[in-house]
């Protein structure tokens, strides 16, 4: 006895048409979540089941969906910063600035003042294995690290260095320090920079500290322009000085060589004289009278020897001026003599 054929079972169309969109949402949330982009400025550390796997260059990589790979993105090329006392709007980091700005400012310096801190510090994330998993939380960590720093650096100078002439020395020691925190703690970071930026006094002793800056600042213009005229009037001395004593120095060696001259000049003529003084005698008369008689203006020689009335010889007497020639013809005459 054959028993009766059955047809064959088949799906109803309504069922498969609405299993086709989910199977497409799946495949699509599948390949979506399969691959990620890694942007130029970062490296994407690669987590699989929680486990640390690998790093990834910048560019296009795939993973396992479904949670099974948890890729972390860093911005290891891009210099990062902390901000403290003060947040700049639209910034990415969640980091950058702390919800209570006021109270990291406060700080008390090494005389036991009061003063407001502002600074930046400029960090670059320079292990990303050390600063994911050696480190919770490694930004909050970071903003403690900076802080304590920052404290102890300001409470070892009294307020004005810390306002006034200790902002270069403050902003060197504090890098060096939050450096050396930072490899003890193994963050994974590199302190680039620290910058202080506003350092005020508290509101109620503002105005002290404004007069009290404003006399510092009056004092150092008046000692600059005394050095100015100081720089001005010393070289002037000096120049001075220093002609004059070449001018001393050139009159002495003058003077000591006319008078060597003069002793030498001398010695020559007591030699002489010792060899014949009358005749040295005589000639050094008539030296000296040839040198002395062209400045005497009134000359008169006397003959003591001579009896008489006209024992003088007038020298003074000037020339007669020349008489004119006589005219044609006639011999000029000649004046008689006495």
Not at 216 to 239: F, H, M, S, T, W
Not at 263 to 268: D, I, K, Q, S, W
Request: hydrophobic content about 40%; charged content about 25%.
């Amino acid at each position: 006895m054959k028993l009766p054929s059955l047809p064959p079972l088949r799906t109803p169309p309504a069922r498969a048409f609405r299993a086709t969109p989910v199977i497409l949402v799946l495949l699509a949330v599948v390949i979506w979540s399969s691959w990620y982009t890694v942007p130029s400025d970062s490296v994407a550390v690669l987590q699989r089941f929680g486990k640390y796997r690998s790093e990834a260059p910048p560019g296009l990589h795939f993973k396992i969906p479904f949670g099974v790979d948890a890729v972390t993105i860093l911005p290891v090329k891009r210099q990062l910063k902390q901000e403290f006392g003060f947040s700049t709007p639209g910034s990415s980091n969640p980091d950058q600035f702390s919800d209570e700005p006021e109270a990291e400012t406060r700080m008390v310096t090494g005389d036991l003042n009061a003063a407001l801190v502002e600074w930046v510090v400029q960090y670059r994330i320079s292990e990303p294995f050390k600063y994911l998993f050696d480190v919770r939380e490694p930004g909050a960590t970071l903003r403690d690290v900076s802080e304590s720093v920052m404290r102890e650096v300001v409470g070892d100078r009294t307020v004005d260095e810390v306002i006034t002439i200790g902002r270069q020395e403050i902003e060197s020691e504090a890098l060096a320090k939050m450096q050396q925190l930072a490899t003890k703690y193994n963050m994974g970071v590199s302190i680039d920079q620290v910058q202080l930026k506003n350092i005020n006094p508290p509101t109620p002793v503002q105005d002290s500290f404004n007069e009290v800056n404003q006399a510092q600042q009056e004092k150092e213009r008046l000692i600059n322009e005394a050095r100015r005229d100081y720089n001005r009037v010393i070289p002037l001395a000096e120049g001075e000085k220093d002609q004059r004593i070449r001018e001393a120095e050139g009159y002495r060696l003058k003077r000591t060589n006319e008078a060597e001259g003069d002793v030498a000049r001398f010695n020559a003529v007591f030699a002489q004289y010792q060899k014949a003084p009358d005749v040295t005698r005589r000639r050094l008369y008539l030296e000296t009278m040839q040198q002395i008689m062209p400045a005497v203006q009134n000359k008169v020689i006397v003959d003591e020897n001579m009896q008489g009335i006209l024992p003088l010889l007038n020298l003074d007497k000037k020339a007669l001026p020349a008489k004119p020639q006589a005219a044609a013809g006639q011999e000029p005459q000649q004046e008689a003599t006495p």
